[in-house]
């Protein structure tokens, strides 16, 4: 791929497929031919063919991989760094070609070569280059054209991005995983404003795209402003945040989420704004509903048992009483004295329940006979209530 940007040519070289087979090959135990061990590159003398003293050391010191080569691609001198790039010593190099170094590359790479730089000034190569080992390594080539004592040459610079490649892998790894995570994450500056926020988040409040989102402040997102500014005083203190909230979506409508905010640092860990994680708690908040009504209601009938078997009691005492007061002879005073308090004593127990009935504000049951874990029917239970003050 050729892209041209002001005076530089970008050239995107793929590895040759053979080095890549090569390094398979070591990896399975395959051993390649022997290589001579590399040999200690030579010291710069006085004067070279391509310059005297002062040239090689400005040339030794870059800090890049430095290969000097003919328009051809034979290469006809390296610095240090090159030789510890590629792991050839400089006699080594100087028997090589460009398209020996650059994995992928031909004739007609060398071709393009001389074209673009009739037009640019560089030409930038993304390509991976060969090490002695045949280990590929990624780099970055600028390419251009310089002049040595009347004769041009191609003079590249190779810088090794293996450590760019790495970080630029784990960066479109970590986006991968943000942008297909189940949760809404979002990023938001320390205003509340959004700049960025994931396919999940929007789908949270209700938009298609989550680029309708970005700019938005979480104010107009958020129902309960007293949360919200909790979370954003946390996180303005650098402290992490973690609550229950309430999204307003698109339509007006509302929905309980859990919320999740940690601060977002700059490379010189000053404090730039917000990562927020948000999970939808709905279907979990209708179900712990759900579980505590019919908690309720089941607390709510074996009360009502309990109480209807607490009731028998006394009602049973009094009906037995009237029935004996009518079998009694009018002369037996002391009897019908005894079967009518008993009957009174029973009514007031009677209406003592209904009264406490009537102030319930809390049902709940306990064992009728104190550790008796035993039996846990309903006869054996008593209701016991709350009664309001």
Known sequence: MITRASQTMRIDISPDLKEALRKHDRERGVMPSPELPPTIPNQPTSHSALGDADFQ????????????????????????????????????????????????????????????????RFILIQAYCTRKDQVLFPSEIAVNRVKIRGKSYLSCFIRDISWRRQAEEMLRTINKAIQNAATGIAIADLEGQIDYINQAGAQLFGEAKPETLVGRNLDTLITDQDSNMAMRDNVKNGENWTGQITLRKKDGSTLC????????????????????????ISDRIRAQEAETKAERQRVMVESLGAACHHLGQPATVLLASLELLQRVRPADKAMSEELLTSSIDAAESLREMLHNLNDITEYRTKAYIENSSSDDTLQSRILDVTRQN
């Open 57 to 120: 050391e400005l040339f030794q010191s870059v800090y890049d991989g430095a290969i000097i080569a003919t328009l051809s691609g034979k290469i006809v001198d390296a610095n240090s760094r090159a030789v510890d790039f590629l792991k050839y010593s400089r006699a080594e190099l100087i028997t090589l070609s460009l398209t020996d170094v650059i994995s992928g590359s031909d004739a007609d790479t060398l071709t393009t070569l001389h074209t673009g730089i009739e037009k640019d």
């Open 257 to 280: 989420a859990q919320l999740a905010a940690a601060p977002n640092r700059d490379t010189d860990e000053q404090l730039v704004g917000m990562v927020l994680s948000f999970l939808d």
